[in-house]
């Protein structure tokens, strides 16, 4: 009994290890990739940039105004899927986290990290965006193509993610049915769910936007 304790005793501690070391390896490709080409396309920017016009609906950036705080699940800079301190990643359902943090060790093995931009939002942070894009787009029915409401929206859930850069969606793209991870919205290829058939049977086709998913328009 003894030496069976000891030997899972072992196996959690190298689990632990590997993990730090891939949480490492993460950092370091962040830092080498900030370092030489400054803040990726696929992250949001408060002033602009790529994705700017969906910076309130996906990749969520900062809210306009107000007090929201990490704690409502806002991302503000660069966060790794491995950050247990952030609640938007840490509040996000345990089955998807592990999907992504076993898809981002694959990716990390080739040069690719890959970046919570939106994870875990609270619903004040939900409803806020789902202002912010009634006022951008002009009205409810534009602003439901980009952003659900607090009562429907799978990030409230904690049941989706938003990643980045464009190399992590790319390879997600390409590798992610295998984890579980599918792309959900054609309008946002940023944003993945998590769906165990895939894992034998492939992703599903996606839906336009969200307007055509009937989770999105509950009876």
Not at 16 to 25: E, M, T
Not at 93 to 99: E, I, K, N, R, Y
């Amino acid at each position: 009994m003894t030496s069976v304790v000891s030997l899972a005793a072992r196996e959690r501690r190298t689990q632990r290890v590997r993990n730090v070391a891939v949480a490492a390896l993460c950092s370091a490709l962040l830092g080498a990739y900030l370092l030489a080409f400054g803040l990726p396309d696929g992250l949001p920017r408060a002033g602009g940039g790529a994705f700017s016009q969906q910076a309130m609906a996906g990749p969520a950036g900062v809210p306009a105004a107000g007090s929201l705080t990490d704690d409502d699940g806002v991302i503000s800079g660069v966060v790794s899927v491995f950050d247990d301190a952030h609640p938007a990643v840490s509040t996000l359902d345990p089955v998807l986290l592990d999907a992504v943090r076993a898809a981002a060790v694959d990716a990390a093995a080739e040069g690719i990290a890959v970046v919570v931009i939106s994870g875990w939002r609270s619903p004040q942070y939900q409803e806020r965006l789902l202002e912010d894009a009634v006022a951008r787009y002009g009205s409810k029915e534009e602003a439901a193509r980009w952003v659900a409401t607090a009562e429907t929206s799978a990030h409230v859930r904690g049941g989706a993610v938003d990643v980045g850069p464009d190399a992590a969606l790319e390879w997600l793209s390409a590798n992610g049915a295998g984890y579980g991870l599918c792309q959900v919205y054609g309008n946002e290829p940023w944003h993945f769910g998590y769906l165990p058939d895939a894992v034998t049977y492939g992703c599903p086709a996606m839906y336009t936007d969200p307007t055509e998913d009937p989770r999105m328009n509950p009876p």
